[in-house]
């Protein structure tokens, strides 16, 4: 379940993204890759099987790491700062990882059947779903903050 962010506050705002959703996004990505890739191996040939969702997940927590790590940097202390000329241009270079995690979801969302365990699932592959479900939600409501709450107050400045 995605947390509430009544917040408005750009100084606030960043500093909730990171307590709340960096570091929760760096506690779930490792594990959901080490359930995937369990699932993969034992379940290997199965009907349903998410073939490829562990390279996937693998691949999203290298580029969100690097995202995270920009944003917590570069773009939030600039931010708590102000902002200022040339914010635009690490904005928009966020704006399309979101574009890139917004295209990950959709291939997860494909290879899992809308995140729809198999008839006879076992628990890893029930609870690797239900922690992709929490993951999804979590991600895309960090992305809806950032990109309609934070990131306007500093775009055209």
């Not at 606030?12 to 359930?35: D, G, K, N, S």
Request: hydrophobic share 45%.
């Amino acid at each position: 379940m995605p947390i509430a962010a009544p917040i408005h506050d750009a100084a606030e705002l960043t500093r909730f993204i990171e307590a709340e959703y960096h570091q929760r996004h760096r506690v779930q990505l490792p594990r959901l890759v080490e359930m995937a890739d369990r699932v993969e191996t034992v379940h290997a040939g199965s009907e349903g099987l998410p073939a490829g969702l562990s390279a996937i997940l693998r691949r999203m927590l290298e580029d969100m790491d690097g995202h995270m790590m920009k944003e917590e940097m570069i773009l939030f202390p600039a931010m708590r700062a102000g902002g200022g000329p040339g914010i635009g241009a690490p904005i928009a270079v966020m704006r399309a990882d979101h574009d890139d995690h917004g295209r990950e979801i959709d291939e997860i969302r494909l290879l899992t059947g809308n995140l729809s365990a198999p008839a006879g699932a076992c628990g890893t592959w029930r609870a690797l779903y239900a922690g992709l479900a929490e993951f999804v939600d979590d991600l895309t409501e960090h992305m809806r903050l950032e990109n309609e709450v934070l990131f306007p107050q500093f775009e055209g400045k």
